[in-house]
Nanobody, 115 residues
């Protein structure tokens, strides 16, 4: 059973940066595809970044060029570096681990961007 714990959220001004961390335990996280999602109040949960076990990354246009996902397999940790933050980036950010038919979620961390 994989357990995920996100951290690093907070309040930041527009144009600022934050780095989120997702610490994993209970599994060999290097074998998992890792994703970051976000969910704003009243909206659906949206994918913001993905990194495969092989290190390939992908982003939606809304964050491309501003967000960077990375992983440190030795530390079983995935990161989301966010820069040039906008008020519309305000949301709860969730970490997700997936391998074959199993998927795991963290509890989320709040990111608030003030204008």
């Amino acid at each position: 059973q994989v357990q995920l714990v996100e951290s690093g959220g907070g309040l930041v001004q527009a144009g600022g940066s934050l780095r989120l961390s997702c610490a994993a335990s209970g599994g060999i996280i290097s074998a998992y595809t890792m994703r970051w999602y976000r969910q704003a109040p009243g909206k659906q949960r949206d994918l913001v970044a993905v990194i495969t076990s092989g290190g390939s990354t992908n982003y939606p246009d809304s964050v491309k060029g501003r967000f960077t996902i990375s992983r440190d397999n030795a530390k079983d940790t995935v990161y989301l570096q966010m820069s040039m933050l906008k008020p519309e980036d305000t949301a709860v950010y969730y970490c997700n681990a997936q391998r074959f038919g199993s998927a795991y979620w963290g509890q989320g961390t709040q990111v608030t961007v003030s204008s």
